[in-house]
């Protein structure tokens, strides 16, 4: 698990989370974000074997949910019993239900290259917890993920232009702009550009170096087990 101020980050399980992603896939305007190539209904048995697949890990980079920290001190993880299951309750559950998802994968290819040290990242925050700045706090953690733990150099995302909540959450962490693919997504009978937006590992210092020396305060992230 990895925490931030308010987050929790956890593995997927497919027991817990198959159920939640099918919801998404199968639902016209969650779908819209996960499903640029065209929107198609997913069965359960596709959702159930990407949830496998990802949960499993085995690349570098993992896909991670997104979760509130519990309020209330009993349950959260660290007073779990050994015995206790950390991702499923008694009743099928999940403990930690997830209020958004997390993707890291190398760029341009999914393994990260040793020598571009170069990764590409994709979220998404259920419509009830945006605009409550969930986003930027999981990118502060990105942030201190690839940067301080696993010492990569550059991290890009792409995002449709006409997406200003996204613009301007990837904006307000340091993202810069880098280019726009004119009339590369086809959705809803229109065309839309796609805009290209990097943080580069010195970006990150100067901003992190700025956060200390200024008073501004700094997203707490704490490692815990993964
Ligand atoms: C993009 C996303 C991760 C940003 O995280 P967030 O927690 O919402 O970010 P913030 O709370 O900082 O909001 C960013 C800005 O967008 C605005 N905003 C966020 N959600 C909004 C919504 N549903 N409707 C209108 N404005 C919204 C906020 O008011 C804020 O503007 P402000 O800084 O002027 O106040 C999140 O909104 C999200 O997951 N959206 C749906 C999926 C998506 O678009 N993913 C990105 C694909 S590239």
Request: proline share 5%.
């Amino acid at each position: 698990m990895f925490y931030t101020k308010r987050l929790m980050l956890r593995n997927l399980d497919p027991r817990c989370d198959t159920s939640t992603w099918q919801h998404w896939l199968n639902t016209v305007s969650t779908a819209r974000v996960f499903r640029t190539e065209g929107l198609r209904p997913t069965s359960t048995e596709d959702v159930s074997a990407t949830v496998t697949k990802v949960a499993k890990g085995g690349d570098i980079l993992p896909c991670l949910a997104i979760c509130l920290l519990p309020s209330d001190e009993q349950t959260h993880p660290d007073k779990l019993l050994p015995s206790d299951d950390l991702f499923v309750k008694t009743d099928g559950s999940a403990r930690y239900p997830m209020i958004g998802c997390l993707n890291l994968r190398g760029s341009p290819t999914p393994t990260v290259n040793v020598t571009n040290r170069t990764a590409s990242l994709g979220i998404f925050l259920m419509e009830a917890y945006t605009g409550k700045g969930y986003g930027p706090e999981v990118l502060e953690w990105v942030f201190w993920y690839l940067f301080d733990a696993l010492g990569l150099h550059r991290l890009e995302i792409l995002t449709l232009a006409s997406n200003k909540p996204a613009r301007k959450a990837y904006e307000k962490v340091g993202f810069v702009e880098e280019g726009r693919a004119r009339k590369a997504i086809f959705q809803d009978g229109v065309w839309e550009d796609v805009v290209s937006l990097a943080v580069l590992e010195e970006d990150y210092w100067a901003r992190k170096k700025k956060k200390v020396d200024g008073d501004d305060e700094e997203i707490e992230c704490t490692y815990k087990t993964f």
